[in-house]
């Protein structure tokens, strides 16, 4: 069945250093693959999205691209701040023949960025 | 932005006993609300996706008798936990999409359920 595996944290970087959380996907079809952010005590955010390969969702200085021939979506950010401290979620979308569909998670990847 | 409101966001019930939680769509109507599990250091798993004045269907493995989904409009759906018993404290988490994802899916803060 479809499924997403992202690298299991939590990861704790230092303010300004280069962030980089795998994830890869096994689907059927086409999915679209999302990035969700939770903050402590909030719900999950969208961060960014691709709906098709070779796109690349960005937002905030974070980017992922959608790589079909290696079923990834690695999210990356060149500088993150102290503020990016959350758990970020890697998602695929199936299809379910029409507009609606719903989400399978990864795991979640907690990061802590230190002064 | 779409804003998704989830009620209680954290509740204590004895076992045996029934709770509901609430997920309201604050701004757009939500002609689809799906209900998420999430256990301490998993991914969350779908239970149940609902869409308004329809039945909800379930994931397979998740007991429709004991979690009662109720859609009744396109602003609320209501999650049920029957029976409560211990093995069902969790983190549930709710979201909503539109017709026509114009925001794409929002998610609820979510509900700690603790059964004791």
């Known amino acids: 069945g479809d499924s997403v595996t992202q690298m299991e944290g939590p990861v704790t970087l230092s303010e300004e250093a280069f962030l980089t959380i795998n994830c890869t996907y096994t689907a059927t079809g086409y999915p679209s693959l999302f990035w969700y952010v939770q903050y402590p005590g909030e719900g999950l955010q969208l961060l960014l999205k691709?709906?098709?390969?070779?796109d690349k969702g960005s937002n905030k200085g974070f980017e992922a691209t959608y790589r079909k021939e290696t079923t990834s979506f690695h999210l990356e950010k060149g500088s993150v701040q102290v503020s990016d401290s959350a758990v970020y979620f890697c998602?695929?979308?199936?299809?379910?023949?029409?507009?609606?569909?719903?989400?399978?998670f990864g795991k979640g990847t907690k990061l802590s960025v230190k002064p | 932005g779409a804003v998704v409101s989830q009620h209680p966001s954290w509740v204590i019930c004895k076992s045996g006993t029934s709770v509901k939680i609430e997920c309201r769509s604050l701004d757009f109507q939500a002609t689809t609300m799906f209900w998420y599990r999430q256990f301490p250091k998993q991914s969350l798993m779908l239970m149940a996706t609902s869409n308004e004045g329809s039945k909800a269907t379930y994931e397979q493995g998740v007991e429709k008798d004991k979690f009662l989904i109720n859609h009744a409009s396109l602003t609320l759906s209501t999650l049920t936990v029957t029976s409560a018993h211990p093995e069902d404290s969790s983190f549930y988490i709710c979201?909503?999409?539109?017709?026509?994802?114009?925001?794409?899916?929002?998610f609820g803060s979510g509900t700690r359920l603790t059964v004791v």
């Open positions: 691709a709906t098709k390969a070779d």
């Open positions: 979201s909503a999409g539109e017709t026509g994802l114009k925001y794409g899916y929002t």
């Open positions: 998602a695929l979308m199936r299809s379910r023949g029409g507009s609606q569909g719903n989400l399978i």
